[in-house]
Structures are given as structure tokens and as C-alpha cells.
């Protein structure tokens, strides 16, 4: 190598001579692990001691046996006309509308008018009762008299349909007393109740108005 003046450092020489380390170092590797693996075995099985006995002495699930399918379900047997004369005798008779023998059809049921069940009537002047000490001695008699002795008393509102004569031609309850010898009673007293009719637009007209009935011990 020519002399060109320059100084190696350490660091240079180590890397110019790397190559013949490396080298060395790949030979001294091999032949370890030669030795290791070729001449001293260090790596052997060991003999566990197992047997084919203790491979017998496993329990193995019992066999599972898969069940068949079911058989195919047969196809229905096609109709077959029958060789056997029916006699006309035994057949029914044909029916016809001609032929209903249970006379004339009951006639529909009418349509339920105003007065049938409670609804609203247009009107602008209320109805007025014109006989009041009429209807409170018609309470006093209707009063249940074991209610009255104990001091039991109650209201009970009723729906009237007052006619255009001012006369209660239907009534029912429309909001009991709880009491149903009073609610009875309530019923025997407003027919005797008699009205100025109601107005709607200066014309007399029927209506549905709601009236309480109240008994109470004076």
C-alpha cells in the first residue's frame, strides 16, 4: 500500500479490517454450533414412559347415530267415480227462493228519530218549568220512605226530551245518585213536569236538556 501521507484513524482501520472479523467470526459460529448439535446432542427426548395402554384407557364419546328420515307422505288418492247407482230417492231437495215457506219477512226496524236517545238540538232559549210546586209535592210522595227515615238524601240528573208542547215525552239517567231506589223514584217524577218549550230563532223546537232531581230531608 502506497504511502500517501494520510493517517488512519481507529475508527478507519476498524472498518478496513471488518471484513476478515466478520469472516472469522462466521467460520467460529458454524463450528460451535456443529459441535453442539452434531457431537454433543445436548438436545434429546426424553422417554416419557407412555404406552399404547394408557392410549386404550381414554373414554371416547359413544357413537352418535344419525335416525333415518322419515318416509315420504303419500299423495292423496285421485277421486274415482263410484260404480254404485244412487237412487234420485235419497237426494235433497233442491232449494230455491221460490220455495220459502216461512211467509213474509219481518219489516226493518225503524230509524232512531231525536227523541229515541239523548242528542244535540240546537235551540237559543232554554225551557223553562212551569210547575214547580207541582213536581216538589210529586218528590215528597216518590221519596223512598226507608231513605227518608235514615236521613238519606241524593241528586240524580236525568236527560229529558222536552216536545215542542213543553211535555217530557222520554227521559233516562245521566248521572246516577248511587242509589237505586232514588233513581227510580227520580223516574216517576219527571213526567209530571210540564214546560215553557225551547226557541231556536223565534221557533218552537224540541230538545234534549238535562234536569237534576234532589232529594233531601227538610
Known sequence: MEDTGI?????????????????AG?????????????????????????????????????EVRIPPPPEAIARPAAPRISPIDISDEITIEPTTPDRFRGGQLPPPPPEAGPR?????????????????????????????????DAGIGGSVEMWLYVSEEGVVE??????SSDKALLDEAAGRVVPTMRFAPAMNREKV???????????QVN
Open 26 to 62: 462466521f467460520l467460529v459460529a458454524v463450528c460451535l454450533h456443529f459441535g453442539l448439535f452434531v457431537l454433543v446432542r445436548p438436545f434429546e427426548a426424553a422417554d416419557l414412559g407412555g404406552g399404547a395402554n394408557e392410549i386404550e384407557s381414554i373414554n371416547f364419546p359413544p
Open 116 to 148: 229515541d236517545r239523548p242528542s244535540f238540538i240546537p235551540f237559543d232559549t232554554h225551557p223553562v218549568m212551569l210547575n214547580q210546586a207541582e213536581v216538589q209535592r210529586e218528590m215528597e210522595r216518590e221519596y223512598p220512605r226507608a231513605l227518608k
Open 205 to 215: 223546537t224540541a230538545v234534549w236538556v238535562s234536569q237534576w232531581v234532589t232529594f
Open 170 to 175: 222520554n227521559f233516562e239517567i245521566k248521572t
Open 7 to 23: 493517517r488512519l484513524t481507529a475508527n478507519d482501520r476498524f472498518k478496513l479490517a471488518s471484513p476478515k472479523w466478520t469472516q
